[in-house]
Nanobody, 124 residues
Framework: QLQASGGGLVQPGGSLTLSCAAS????????IAWFRQAPGKERQGILY????????CYADSVKGRFTISSDNAKNAVYLQMNSLKPEDTAVYYC???????????????????WGQGTQVTVSS
């Protein structure tokens, strides 16, 4: 089971950190991805990490602004979002798949386990 948290309302240019906690499995054995879905749009993969093999991937839309990291001791993955823009407004989801190398940006079909979403709204 995956649990995403940390969403909220933030002003343009601000920062926010999302968390994804796992129960029932060890993050280190899995690739963990973040997706987002804006109203009226398809779900978009934005980044993933396979920490055991040292692989990270970032979509162009978030490269340089978002950072994914993992804490194996806490079995958690974090999404640090900086320089947020109104177009980053979406419901954000974390997802897991067996550890390995996946398409960059990640595709929904490759990830088997999903948490509930957390809303991020970027607005003044």
């Amino acid at each position: 089971q995956l649990q995403a948290s940390g969403g909220g309302l933030v002003q343009p240019g601000g920062s926010l950190t999302l968390s994804c906690a796992a129960s029932g499995f060890t993050f280190d054995d899995f690739a963990i991805a973040w997706f987002r879905q804006a109203p009226g749009k398809e779900r978009q993969g934005i980044l993933y990490i396979s920490s055991k093999i040292g692989v990270t991937c970032y979509a162009d839309s978030v490269k340089g602004r978002f950072t994914i990291s993992s804490d194996n001791a806490k079995n958690a993955v974090y999404l640090q979002m900086n320089s947020l823009k109104p177009e980053d407004t979406a419901v954000y989801y974390c997802a897991a798949a067996q550890g390995g190398i996946y398409s960059c940006p990640p595709r929904s079909a490759d990830f088997d386990y999903w948490g509930q979403g957390t809303q991020v709204t970027v607005s003044s």
